[in-house]
């Protein structure tokens, strides 16, 4: 009875899923476009809370492409190296596990984003969720991960491109109208040249 529970445990050890333990949430978003990203941070600590949450910025965003958000007594800065956004709590931190939002715009033309975070603490202790996955087994402290879809925006460059259009009819139509003076000033300076030169005759 005792082996059969041993591989009953064994085996349901191997076949339970791995679960990220700072997830993320939507899975994915549109390159070149925005979204607002979730993260929820497993307190895996039962003797200490976190006051500490660091996300490192992906390749391609940056401070100016990201507003914070965070539960009450949470604060949030931004480091310029390297550069991130780090949310804090004094000590000591709440229990439980945490929820924090970043409103993204200007996502980069790449395929992913990878979120390394590390989390820090009242006792100390530290989790670093920063490894990157090679293959199809998930490593041991793995990074939230959100793929970017589509191509990327070209919003702008259409807009751009009706406004050049804009304004090359523009010219158009006032190159019609001096156009149009023109003519008229012509048709009335020769009128007013016939009509003189029909008066001298009669004087004549």
Known sequence: MRRVLLLTVVFLAIAAPAFAHVEVSPKSAPKGGSTTLTFNVEDERDNANEVTVEFYFPDGVTADDI???????????????????????????????????????NLPNTDELVWKTIVTYDNGDVDRWIDLQTGSKEPPHPAAVVKLTGAASTATTVADHATATTLKRADKTNKGGIAAVIVVAVVV???????ATRGRRRAA
């Open 67 to 105: 507003k914070p958000s965070a539960p009450a007594g949470w604060d949030s800065v931004f480091t310029v190296s390297p550069g991130s956004v780090r949310f804090t709590h004094a000590a000591p931190g709440p229990d439980g596990d945490q929820s924090f939002t970043l409103a993204l715009t």
């Open 189 to 195: 300076v020769g009128g007013l040249i016939a009509f």
